[in-house]
Structure formats: structure tokens, C-alpha cells
Nanobody, 128 residues
Framework: QVQLSESGGGLVQARGSLRLSCAASERTGRYYFRGWFRQAPGKNREFVAAIKGSDGSTYFANAVKGRFAISRDNDQNTLYLQMNSLEPEDTAVYYC?????????????????????WGQGTQVTVSS
């Protein structure tokens, strides 16, 4: 099965930027959705962004829309999350995740249990 490894997290001041990477151990073209989630202490894991494998359509949580961008480099088997204008509320462990199978339910890309493979996470801390 595919192995996922996130990198790029760290400590940044508010209004700063970070770029997260998710390296996969195999070619990623077959995955229906590839996404980013985050989990802050004491909170549930929440959806951040996703990209559809078939056509590159992107989806974002309202909290990050306009500030974050998701992209992929299929040749390098890598998924990215560019995070701009970071806020202290963005502090969390960020996870990348891959979903293998098709789903048509509206918003299915945003549900953590729909994803099959997860990375170990990378910490992002935004100071005020």
C-alpha cells in the first residue's frame, strides 16, 4: 500500500506562509481524491483542501479559502499545500490523505473516514 510522508511544517508568525509537501511512495494518478486535513489539540480532525485526480478540481474549507492552495506534481508523486496569510487559528497537525475509490456524495472529499491512506502529520504553529 502507498506510504505518505508530510514535510514543511514549522513555526511561523501570523501573516506568514508555509508550503507543506506530501511525498507518496508510488505513482498517485489512480487516487480519486488527495486531500489535506488538520487537527488542533482537543479538536476533531477537519478538512482543509482536496484535489480530484481525474480533472484537478480543487475544494477548500471555508476557513482557508482564498489563503491556501492545493496542487500536485504527478511526476514527482507529490502533493502540496501552499498556506498564505497564516493565522494562529491555523495551528494544528496537518495530514495528507489519499482516497482510492470514486464517491459522488456531495462533500465526500471532506470526510476523513472516506480516506484510505494517511501520513504521519506535520506540525504547523502560527504565533501571534
Amino acid at each position: 500500500q502507498v506510504q505518505l510522508s508530510e514535510s514543511g511544517g514549522g513555526l511561523v508568525q501570523a501573516r506568514g506562509s508555509l508550503r507543506l509537501s506530501c511525498a507518496a511512495s508510488e505513482r498517485t494518478g489512480r487516487y480519486y481524491f488527495r486531500g489535506w486535513f488538520r487537527q488542533a489539540p482537543g479538536k476533531n480532525r477537519e478538512f482543509v483542501a482536496a484535489i480530484k485526480g481525474s480533472d484537478g478540481s480543487t475544494y477548500f474549507a471555508n476557513a482557508v479559502k482564498g489563503r491556501f492552495a492545493i496542487s500536485r506534481d504527478n511526476d514527482q508523486n507529490t502533493l502540496y499545500l501552499q498556506m498564505n496569510s497564516l493565522e494562529p487559528e491555523d495551528t494544528a497537525v496537518y495530514y495528507c490523505a489519499f482516497k482510492s475509490l470514486y464517491c459522488s456524495t456531495p462533500g465526500c472529499y471532506a470526510v476523513p473516514r472516506n480516506y484510505d491512506y494517511w501520513g504521519q502529520g506535520t506540525q504547523v504553529t502560527v504565533s501571534s
